[in-house]
C-alpha cells in the first residue's frame, strides 16, 4: 500500500470548506440561540459529524509526517498548529487582563485549562499526530497502532483534554482512507450505502445532549475499577455516528465536487477550503467571542434563517481577514503557523 500525497485535491479543498462552513453554522447558531441550541435541530445535526470530519481530513495527510524523525514533527506541527493557538491565547489573555471585560467566560478562561480549551481543536490534532506517529514507529503496523492508541486513549483520563480520545479513531479512519484509496474507489458505491444506511439508523437517536460537551468520555473508574455501562454505550453511539456521518461526506464527495466544478463559485469555495486554519482562527474572535458578548439571541424557529445569514457574513469577514495575515510575514507566522 502507498500513501498518497499529492501537492492538492480539488474535491477535499471542497471538503474542507463545507467542514468550516458547517463549523460557522453551528456556532451561529449556538450564539444566537442562548443556551437552547442544544436541542436545536441544526445544531444537532451538525455536530454529529463536523469536528469528526475536519479530523478525518487531517488523519488523510498524516502519511507524510511518518517520513519526518520525531524532532521534525515536533517542530513541523507546533509551528502550524501551537503558535496559531498560542497567539490566540495571549490576545484573549491581554484583551480581559487590560480591559477587565471578558467576552466568553465559558471558553476565554486565563488558566492553564484556559490555555488548552484555546483554539482547542488546533492542539487536538497536535496531539493526534504525535500519538500516530509514537504509535505507528513502535507497532510497525497501523491496525495494531490503531487499535491500541484508540484503546488506550479512552481508559487514559489525561487524554480526554482537547477531546484527543474522541477525534483519535477519526484521524487514524482519515490515514487509513488514505492508505486504501484505491480500495475506496473501487467500492465507493459499496461503501457509501454501507455508511449512509448506519448513519439515517443511528441519526433519530441522537441529540445535542449527547455530545462530548455534555457526556464527557467517563466510563471507566480507576479507583474502583468500575465500568460505566451506559457512558460506554454513549461513547460508541458518538462513535459510531461520528464515523459514518463523516464517511458519507468524505465518500460523495467527489461525486458532489463533480457537479459543480465547473460553477463560477467553485474556485472560491476552493479557495476557502485552503484556509480553513485561519477561519477557524479567525471566527473564535468574530463569532465565537464578539457575537457572544452582544448578547442577541432568537428563539429556534428563527435561528433557521438568521444562523445561516450570519455564518455567511462571518465567512466573508474571516476569509477576507485571512487575506490580510497572509499580506505580512509576522501574521501568517503568528495565526497562519507558516514560516517567516
Known sequence: MKTHTPKRIPYLDFLKFFAIASVLLGHSVEQTTGNDFWDNPIWSFIYTYHMPLFMLLCGYFFGSSLKLSFVELIKKKFLQLGIPSITAWILMYLFVTLTGFNPYPEIVDISWMGFMNAMWFLKCVFFCYIIGWIFVKAMHNVWIATLTSTILVHFIPIFSIDSVNFLLPMFWAGYLCNLYQEGINQHRFTLLSINLIIFVILLPFWSGRLTVYMVPIDF????????????????????????????????????????????????????????????????????????????????????????????????????????????????????LGEKV
Open 220 to 335: 471507566f473508574n480507576w479507583h474502583t475499577f468500575t465500568f460505566d455501562g451506559e457512558n460506554l454505550g454513549i461513547t460508541l453511539y458518538r462513535l459510531v455516528i461520528g464515523l459514518s456521518g463523516s464517511m458519507v461526506f468524505f465518500l460523495v464527495s467527489p461525486w458532489g465536487y463533480n457537479r459543480i466544478k465547473n460553477w463560477r463559485t467553485t474556485p472560491t469555495l476552493d479557495r476557502l477550503g485552503k484556509c480553513t486554519l485561519g477561519i477557524y482562527w479567525t471566527q473564535t474572535f468574530l463569532l465565537e467571542c464578539t457575537w457572544h458578548s452582544i448578547g442577541l439571541y432568537v428563539d429556534t424557529a428563527n435561528s433557521f434563517w438568521i444562523a445561516p445569514i450570519i455564518a455567511l457574513f462571518e465567512m466573508f469577514l474571516c476569509y477576507q481577514a485571512v487575506l490580510l495575515f497572509k499580506k505580512n510575514k509576522y501574521t501568517r507566522f503568528l495565526v
